[in-house]
């Protein structure tokens, strides 16, 4: 194990320095504001935040993350939950290994397939994505299969009832491998999970009807649309692990569910199966479970999902780690002018080309962001290709103009 503790160290020292230059750089998207100041008004028994202008609970069923709430409440700031994130997502590799030791893989392959988890593009884009629950899908959902191998009753249920506190349609795939849990494995932990999801689930949808209210969800129709999308996100999942998953053959099938929920999902606000997007995290969860399950079945498998892994990151990686592209230009000035508001304890309507500012700000809460359509929203390029501003920018020598981070022409 230690490799793998080595490796989710390395790893979360890298992401947490990435994404604090994109925090530091204002390139944040509402989300983060939005979970930090739930967070801070949790400490006095209310949702209510200003990205969403209702309470969180209202939207979406993330009863889990009130865990959170005394961490944020020593640490108010950005920073905790950007950490917190980087952490939770790199520290599945650690119950994904002991999976793969306890039914029977090799210390050395068992390894390799942590690292190959930690080198995917899907875990290093939830890494790099706004915050959101889904940041703790995989690991709960990899110490909820360990446990239910192990046929450890209460932990399993723990884990599954995390999960499923995590948001609405998590409560949804926790019946159904309940159910595949009840018919071949253990059926006293998947009748156990599937009474534990449906309580949940149920007394979700009761509050819900008694507050008047509905979760934010998209709409879903028969029409497929991006089809190369979502092929492309299927191949981006398995390809890291070297093909592994399609190894245990039918049992993909189960699977299914996780992956309707994209190729069924109509136009929304973004691509859905984009690969760094958080509705992936329950299909990387069960892609890394049948990754383990195909390397006990053929060893083989092993020798190449590093060498595959890195290749993918290379060529596809949805972040900054990809060749050509550099660290974010910090306009420190910027900067300082959200982390003033912050301070301020000032009440401060933000308009909505300003997500960044309310990343950091929201801390603050006062701080309000407008629902409205901002008509002067300019989008700023995804990503620094200028390695000699960058490295300029390091000696202080900022370029004249920079659009989020990104040095622009005049």
């Known amino acids: 194990m230690r490799t793998t503790y080595v490796a989710v160290a390395v790893y979360a020292v890298v992401y947490i320095a990435l994404d604090l230059n994109k925090l530091y750089a204002l390139r944040y998207g509402a989300d983060l504001g939005t979970y930090l100041q739930t967070f801070v008004n949790l400490q006095h028994g209310s949702s209510w935040n200003f990205g969403e202008w209702k309470p969180h609970f209202a939207v979406h069923e993330s009863w889990a993350l009130v ?36 039914i029977g893989v090799t210390a050395r392959n068992a390894n390799l397939l942590g690292v190959a988890y930690l080198l995917s593009v899907a875990a290093q884009g939830l890494s ?13 959902a990899l110490w909820g299969v360990l446990f239910a191998r192990k046929r450890l009753l209460w932990p399993t249920l723990l884990a ?26 253990d059926r006293r932990i998947g009748l156990g999970l599937v009474l534990v999801a449906a309580s949940i689930g149920a007394t979700f949808w009761t509050a819900e009807h008694l507050g008047g209210v509905h979760p934010n969800v998209p709409s879903y129709g028969v029409r497929v649309f991006n089809v190369g999308g979502k092929l492309g996100l299927i191949a981006l999942l398995a390809a890291p692990f070297a093909f592994a998953p399609l190894a245990i053959g039918r049992w993909l099938l189960l699977g299914v569910p996780l992956l309707a929920e994209i190729v069924f999902m109509q136009p929304w606000n973004y ?36 060498p ?42 933000l308009s909505r080309r300003d ?25 700023c390029p995804g990503y620094d ?20 981070g990104v040095p622009v022409g005049p």
């Open 160 to 185: 599954g009832a995390l999960v499923a506190g995590l948001k609405e349609d998590e409560i949804l795939f926790v019946l159904w491998f309940a159910a595949a849990c009840a018919l071949w494995w």
């Open 355 to 379: 997500e960044g500012a309310w990343a950091v700000a929201a801390a603050n809460p006062n701080v309000r962001l407008d629902p409205r359509p901002d008509p002067r929203f300019a989008r």
């Open 67 to 102: 865990a959170l709430v005394p961490l944020v409440a020593l640490f108010p700031r950005a920073e905790t939950l950007i950490v917190v994130q980087m952490l939770a997502v790199g520290a599945a590799a650690i119950p994904l290994v002991l999976l793969a030791r306890e």
């Open 128 to 140: 790099y994505d706004n915050f959101s629950e889904n940041v703790f899908l995989p690991v709960l």
């Open 271 to 306: 691509e859905p199966s984009r690969v760094g997007s958080h509705y992936v995290a329950p299909l990387l969860a069960a892609t890394a479970v049948a990754a383990a399950f195909g390397l006990r079945r053929f060893p083989g498998f092993a020798r190449a999902m590093v």
């Open 308 to 349: 595959c892994a890195l290749a993918v990151m290379l060529l596809f990686n949805d972040t900054v780690l990809r060749p050509g592209r550099w660290p974010y230009i910090v306009d420190w000035q910027a900067y300082a002018r959200a982390v003033a508001l912050r301070d301020s304890g000032k009440a401060v309507l």
């Open 385 to 404: 290709t200028n390695a000699g501003a960058f490295f300029a920018s390091l000696r202080g020598h900022a370029p004249a103009r920079i659009c989020g």
